[in-house]
């Protein structure tokens, strides 16, 4: 799907666009659902992955192009949707509604388990 502005001289694509729309993060998203296939916020539980998420979101300074498993989160729809409601790329839209903390997680929704590959460093 690509971005086309009813402006003359648009400038560039919005943020959504990229780097997402890129052969490259294609390749990196069939490469961590490949190797991470299940949601990494619902386990215990097993549910499966339709989502590559940036731990540190570009916004806030992460690499569009993160290494595998240190950058990247694998998530199910409803978990990625919690998160970017939350997180600073939510922007004028962040919800309001009070977080509802996961069993095994804190406040922030973030694993308690230090051996979770969120709290990896």
């Known amino acids: 799907m690509s971005w086309v502005s009813p402006l003359p001289n648009p400038g560039p694509a919005p ?3 990229w780097p997402y729309s890129t052969a490259r993060w294609q390749r990196l998203r069939k490469h961590q659902l490949g190797e ?6 619902c386990m215990p539980s097993i549910k499966p992955a ?18 595998i498993t240190t950058g990247l989160a694998s998530l199910c729809a ?22 509802q903390p996961r069993k095994g997680c804190d406040a922030k929704g973030m694993s308690l388990d230090p051996k979770h ?5």
């Open 36 to 41: 991470h296939p299940l949601c990494e916020a």
């Open 50 to 67: 339709s989502h590559v998420d940036h731990r540190k979101a570009i916004s806030d300074g992460g690499e569009p192009f993160p290494a």
């Open 78 to 99: 409803s978990c990625h949707s919690q998160k970017t409601a939350r997180g600073s790329e939510a922007g004028a839209v962040k919800t309001t509604r009070p977080l």
């Open 15 to 17: 943020m959504a666009d």
């Open 117 to 121: 590959p969120w709290n990896a460093s």
